[in-house]
């Protein structure tokens, strides 16, 4: 029993810590599953159909993540200058 106290403990904390994210956010630990523990991915997955969103809501929100990961992370990175 001991188990199931802490366990739930963790996951409401985990959506007392994620709730008030932004959609954007909670998709991009669903689209990097493996940077997360697996509770983290369950609960922003549950958060995510909590807020009932529109399928095409949710869609645009995977696009600004995938648009993310594709732009350079360096504020120095010039696309004129690389060879």
Known sequence: MRF???FQTYTMSL???YQNNPLTELVKIVESAR????EAVETAKQIIRDR???Q???LKA???VIS???MPTSKHFHPSTTS
């Open 68 to 70: 993310e990961k594709s």
């Open 35 to 38: 940077d997360y523990q697996p």
């Open 15 to 17: 959506i007392e810590r």
């Open 52 to 54: 009932k969103l529109d």
């Open 56 to 58: 095409a809501d949710i």
């Open 4 to 6: 199931i106290f802490i």
């Open 62 to 64: 995977s696009r600004e």
